[in-house]
């Protein structure tokens, strides 16, 4: 016997609000900073004039540059500046995921970064970032994407890490199984390093370039756990 949802009369609706949930959530943020086109000038600069003097690393980066992961120990304002947002945004989600609100908690966060310069056919591969908490990415250009390129064309794709989920699903609900997000500058993007992800080759003109971290988080002791 096969229904169609029509044949559900709208008095027949259950009122789920309140014993329904989205189980086993992936958090992710993806914060559009406010007034950053300087601050991208500036990074764009400074991460160009490194690439000139180093050859940089081979990690998930398929072509383009890598750099070293010492990020934010480069010696310039726009780097303390950045490094400030990521602080920022470290402290606010973390602050979303608590499930005990009450009482005070207190985190120490580690940071590195590196900054990745793509030009016409780099790409990441699938990759995740083991013993972190938080990676994510922000984006200081795009370059100039080909008029007539795939929709995916420099994007960054994180994959759902629900093993089976592609089994069945229904597109344009929350069983969908691809969240691809456009490397739009001053958007920073955060996620669980366990997340798997991967950039799709760009196709363009000029460089697209972002600056990429991992944040390992240990939380502080109270004063009476450590009594
Ligand atoms: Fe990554």
New binding site residues.
């Given amino acids: 016997m096969t229904t169609t949802d029509s044949d559900l009369a709208d008095d027949q609706d259950l009122d789920l609000a309140h014993c329904s949930a989205l189980i086993f959530g992936t958090p992710m943020i993806a914060y559009p900073w406010p007034e950053s086109d300087n601050l991208n000038e500036a990074l764009r600069e400074v991460i160009l004039v490194k690439e000139e003097e180093s050859k940089g690393l081979v990690r998930?980066n398929v072509g383009g540059w890598h750099s070293g992961t010492d990020f934010f120990a480069w010696d310039a304002e726009c780097v303390r500046t950045l490094r400030s947002r990521v602080q920022q945004l470290t402290v606010s989600l973390t602050r979303r995921i608590m499930l005990t609100p009450e009482g005070p908690r207190r985190f120490n966060y580690r940071l590195d970064g590196w900054a990745n310069v793509n030009r016409r056919g780099s790409y990441?591969a699938v990759?995740?970032?083991p013993n972190c908490l938080w990676?994510g990415?922000y984006y200081v250009a795009s370059g100039q994407p080909d008029k007539e390129s795939s929709k995916q064309n420099g994007k960054l794709e994180l994959l759902d890490p629900r093993v089976g989920a592609n089994m069945m699903y229904v597109k344009g609900t929350r069983l969908e199984n691809r969240f691809i997000i456009d490397p739009l500058p001053g958007l920073m993007v955060m996620f669980p390093s366990w997340l798997n992800?991967l950039?799709h080759p760009f196709a363009g003109e000029g460089e697209r370039i972002s600056v990429?971290f991992n944040i390992v988080t240990t939380e502080v002791p109270t004063a009476e756990q450590l009594a």
Wanted: aromatic share 0%; glycine share 0%.
């Fill in positions: 998930s990441n990759h995740n970032h990676s990415t992800h950039v990429a």
